[in-house]
């Protein structure tokens, strides 16, 4: 297994191991049929085995004229982290960590932010790699039952079916008959 940076060429991979990746996640359905590029400087790194991404990490980061990262400082925001479900628990998302750490404390980072949910086991994975939990909130999912007992819109042409929703407050509990809900939280890994 080689870790190297992303090239193009490699864009029809990154993206088929980023989605089988996150197929048995609460990020299922947050698909990506384009690699992302972003207005920052970046790092992007790829694992490949037998010339196939197997594992891929991409850090967009602060400058002095733009910030990526919620938290103050200079910091690396992780905007995607992910290895092929067959190649999972081998050591290669750590690897992949270990080697962007290294890369963001050459260019001066003071720390590493990512996000994820509650469900799985990436906010353990997060904790056994030195990150720590910094802030949360919610997502929730309301389905076409779900609705029908929220806010509509005050256009009777206009009928939400489904909603996505980021819940900041207090009262959760308000929403327990939502059946897809996660709690989203940061993590802050210190270089
Ligand atoms: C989180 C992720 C990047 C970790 O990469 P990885 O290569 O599988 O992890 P590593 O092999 O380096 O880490 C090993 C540790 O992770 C845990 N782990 C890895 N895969 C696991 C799995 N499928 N189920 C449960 N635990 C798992 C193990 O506890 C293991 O710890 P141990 O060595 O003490 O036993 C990877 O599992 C993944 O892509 N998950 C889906 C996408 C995702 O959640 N991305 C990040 C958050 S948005």
Redesign the pocket.
């Given at each position: 297994m080689e870790i190297r940076n992303y090239k193009p060429a490699d864009e029809k991979g990154w993206v088929r191991c980023?989605v089988l990746?996150?197929l048995?996640?609460?990020?299922y359905d947050d698909v990506h049929r384009e690699k992302e590029t972003f207005e920052n400087p970046s790092i992007e790194l790829v694992?490949i085995e037998d010339e196939q991404v197997v594992?891929l990490?991409d850090i967009e980061y602060d400058t002095k004229d733009e910030k990526v990262c919620s938290e103050e400082g200079t910091g690396g925001m992780?905007w995607?982290?992910?290895?092929?479900?067959d190649?999972?628990?081998?050591?290669?998302?750590?690897?992949?960590?270990e080697r962007a750490v290294e890369e963001a404390i050459k260019l001066e980072l003071e720390f590493l932010e990512?996000?994820?949910?509650d469900a799985?086991?990436?906010?353990?994975?997060?904790e056994?790699?030195a990150y720590r939990k910094v802030d949360e909130y919610y997502h929730l999912y309301l389905s076409d039952e779900d609705m029908a007992h929220s806010v509509q819109p005050g256009d009777d042409n206009l009928q939400p079916l489904y909603m996505f929703a980021q819940y900041t407050g207090d009262d959760i509990e308000q929403f327990d008959s939502i059946e897809r809900k996660y709690k989203c939280m940061c993590y802050i890994r210190n270089l």
């Open positions: 980023r990746s996150f048995d996640t609460a990020y694992a594992g990490i992780i995607h982290l992910a290895v092929h479900p190649f999972q628990g081998r050591g290669i998302g750590t690897a992949l960590m990512a996000w994820t949910r799985g086991h990436s906010a353990d994975w997060f056994k790699n």
